[in-house]
């Protein structure tokens, strides 16, 4: 069996025109829903990928469209 313990990674996600968009909107109103969008993305990823409870999400990176992830060694063996 694997480790129980935690650490954090980094998850990169691809092109997204969404993202692009959004990101391209440079008033405050456009900041908030590419943060909205972001948070909403990484999160729905995560809830598809992983069983509830199993894992943290830190953050979520608006610059580079990605996110950071509490998540055991075992997890991220089976997702390759």
Do not use: W
């Amino acid at each position: 069996m694997g480790s129980t313990r935690t650490e954090l990674y980094f998850v990169f996600m691809n092109y997204d025109p969404e993202y692009q968009r959004l990101r391209a909107d440079q008033t405050k109103k456009g900041a908030y829903e590419l943060d909205l969008y972001l948070s909403k993305k990484h999160d729905e990823l995560l809830a598809s990928t992983l069983q509830a409870g199993t894992y943290k999400k830190t953050l979520s990176l608006v610059i580079v469209d990605g996110f950071a992830v509490e998540i055991t060694e075992t997890q991220i063996c089976k997702r390759g």
